[in-house]
T-cell receptor, first 114, second 113 residues
Framework: ETGVTQTPRHLVMGMTNKKSLKCEQH?????MYWYKQSAKKPLELMFV???????ENNSVPSRFSPECPNSSHLFLHLHTLQPEDSALYLC?????????????FGPGTRLTVL | GESVGLHLPTLSVQEGDNSIINCAYSNSASDYFIWYKQESGKGPQFIID?????DKRQGQRVTVLLNKTVKHLSLQIAATQPGDSAVYFC????????????FGKGTLLTVNP
């Protein structure tokens, strides 16, 4: 185990639903990340929080809303998603953002939008 | 190497053979490179990294080679085992005090017993 947990592991939702993904890291890190992994694309960085402050938003649609209440927890709130948003959503953490500190990934949440 | 279409490149090897996985990176300013391994149902796992002031780095059963002239990175796995079966992808970064990783699409390695 990497010390990064994600729940749920699988999620199926309709386009009008609201759901949230949760990530927790037990590594004492200060940076947390959301990535999207689609079948035909490389890993795409979505959001970064460093010391609880959002430092990166890679032009992600507003139907994805991140929240970082403390350095150990990260949420991704989902609202009125589209079928093309179906993907594996990965959370990662590292000691500090912007350095070469290793990023440790969780197992991901497999999201299917109907 | 990098995917040139809709499918992941694949590499199939026999158990015990050596494997070489290639990656072409895009940014000549990149100065930090990482290889990750992703097994089915799991998140990516760090394998080895290398900085641009080196052209080779060795780990346990793995070696990374960097050729900055042609912007090419390779991962060599010695004595490949069934547990090495996974998707391998490289990542590059540049930015001084603001490193952000850019990931490649990956190569699927299958080890036949």
């Amino acid at each position: 185990e990497t010390g990064v947990t994600q729940t749920p592991r699988h999620l199926v939702m309709g386009m009008t639903n609201k759901k949230s993904l949760k990530c927790e890291q037990h590594l004492g890190h200060n940076a947390m990340y959301w990535y999207k992994q689609s079948a035909k694309k490389p890993l795409e960085l979505m959001f970064v929080y460093n010391f609880k402050e959002q430092t990166e938003n890679n032009s992600v649609p507003s139907r994805f809303s991140p929240e970082c209440p403390n350095s150990s927890h990260l949420f991704l709130h989902l609202h009125t998603l589209q079928p093309e948003d179906s993907a594996l959503y990965l959370c990662a953490s590292s000691q500090v953002f912007g350095t070469t500190d290793t990023q440790y990934f969780g197992p991901g949440t497999r999201l299917t939008v109907l | 190497g990098e995917s040139v279409g809709l499918h992941l490149p694949t590499l199939s090897v026999q158990e015990g053979d050596n494997s070489i996985i290639n990656c072409a990176y895009s940014n000549s300013a990149s100065d930090y490179f990482i290889w990750y391994k992703q097994e089915s149902g799991k998140g990516p796992q760090f394998i080895i990294d290398i900085r641009s002031n080196m052209d080779k780095r060795q780990g346990q059963r793995v070696t990374v080679l960097l050729n900055k002239t042609v912007k090419h990175l390779s991962l060599q796995i010695a004595a490949t085992q069934p547990g090495d079966s996974a998707v391998y992808f490289c990542a590059e970064a540049s930015g001084g005090s603001n490193y952000k990783l850019t990931f490649g699409k990956g190569t699927l390695l299958t080890v036949n017993p």
